[in-house]
């Protein structure tokens, strides 16, 4: 089956870095047996020769590779990396798609995973309206979608060379040049230092070397600036920072409801904790804690809060964590995520407690793959009548 090779006219995007199709696979049958084909490097529209990567007989789907392109898309371009093709690199799933449409399409996953997953209205403006938003950029490399990746882990290749891998797979592919790491993800040093300025001035933040820091350049500030829109803090507010890294939020969030408010970040990483504390210390009013964020909350800090920042790994905070925020009636919960299907499912265990999303952005912080990163406000459900 691998190998096997399928004229195919390609569907919608999925969430993943492909898109659908269906390939006929008995058709002397009534009804006609076919099988969902999750096809990388094509386009909605297109028809392509797909290549099958992954599957059996017996599998529910397969995987496959857009091996030539027989009737192309508008929106696709040549990938500004040779390596970026079938059977090559496997870190960028879009680069033979033109920047606009990329964020179409992010827009169309965001959009399908809160209809489907998080079982919102396909008609509600916050989701029919959604466009995924470009990230500022002081460069051409930047605007144009390149030169982005602050960080990257390399792969070394058998004969020593640096190198990258390819999708699904322990195999390597030797680079020379990745075009979306930044100049800056060479350098090696025990500690980096990150200034970040917004539109509500500026912090200092210390991050262990290979700690967790958001790898777009732009992507600090307009996180920030995005959840504290959202939130709206006021002075003498309370509020919870979790799954807080190294106080990225919480700095900013503790100078928002001042030294008469009361902001509490919670990190699972004892080494992120160090540095937060540090970088926290000029701010009274944030304290920052050791532990995994469900069981912190289920034995501490159970007073109510005003506020709630949820910045999840990529899975989502899932059940256990929703639950204990929402018992705690929050007036605004905003939500940073990483990965639309874990937004959404989330959003529906909000949604069983009373609590609906009330504003969305979406933005590119990561051209040329998948990946988009959105930020959700959630509010308790107004009572009609």
């Not at 047996?33 to 797909?50: Q, S, Y």
């Not at 990329?102 to 169309?108: E, G, T, V």
């Amino acid at each position: 089956m691998v190998g096997e090779r399928f004229t195919v006219t390609i569907g919608p995007v999925a969430h993943g870095g492909h898109c659908v199709a269906r390939v006929v696979t008995n058709a002397s049958v009534e009804p006609v047996e076919t099988r969902v084909v999750f096809v990388r490097h094509a386009l909605p529209g297109e028809e392509v020769v797909a290549e099958v990567t992954e599957g059996t007989e017996g599998d529910r789907f397969w995987r496959a590779d857009a091996v030539e392109v027989l009737v192309a898309s508008p929106d696709r371009v040549e990938a500004p990396c040779v390596l970026a093709g079938p059977g090559l690199c496997g870190g960028c799933d879009l680069q033979h798609v033109a920047l606009p449409a990329q964020r179409r399409l992010k827009a169309d996953v965001v959009r399908e995973q809160l209809v489907r997953l998080g079982r919102l209205d396909a008609d509600d403006p916050l989701v029919r309206d959604l466009v995924v938003e470009p990230a500022p950029a002081d460069s051409p490399d930047l605007e144009a979608g390149l030169r982005w990746r602050t960080r990257v882990t390399w792969a070394t290749a058998p004969d020593g060379r640096r190198a990258l891998r390819k999708h699904r797979s322990r195999e390597v592919v030797p680079v020379e040049d990745c075009l979306i790491a930044a100049p800056s993800s060479l350098a090696d040093a025990e500690e980096e230092r990150h200034h970040v300025t917004t539109s509500r001035g500026s912090r200092e933040y210390g991050v262990a070397a290979g700690g967790f820091w958001q790898v777009h350049p732009a992507a600090p500030r307009v996180l920030v600036d995005a959840v504290l829109d959202v939130l709206r803090p006021r002075r003498g507010e309370a509020a919870l920072d979790l799954y807080a890294g190294v106080g990225l939020f919480a700095g900013f969030l503790a100078v928002a409801v001042g030294e008469t408010g009361a902001v509490v970040a919670i990190e699972g990483s004892r080494t992120a904790v160090v540095h937060a504390r540090a970088n926290l210390a000029d701010l009274p009013q944030a304290t920052a804690i050791t532990g995994a964020v469900d069981r912190v909350l289920a034995s501490s800090y159970d007073d109510p809060v005003d506020l709630v920042v949820l910045d999840p790994p990529r899975e989502g905070a899932k059940r256990v964590v929703v639950e204990q925020v929402a018992a705690r009636a929050p007036r605004a919960v905003a939500y940073v995520a990483c990965d639309p299907a874990a937004l959404a499912r989330d959003v529906a265990i909000f949604a069983e407690r009373g609590y609906r999303i009330t504003a969305l952005r979406a933005f590119d912080l990561f051209p040329m793959t998948h990946h988009v990163e959105c930020v959700a406000l959630l509010e308790p459900a107004r009572v009609e009548g």
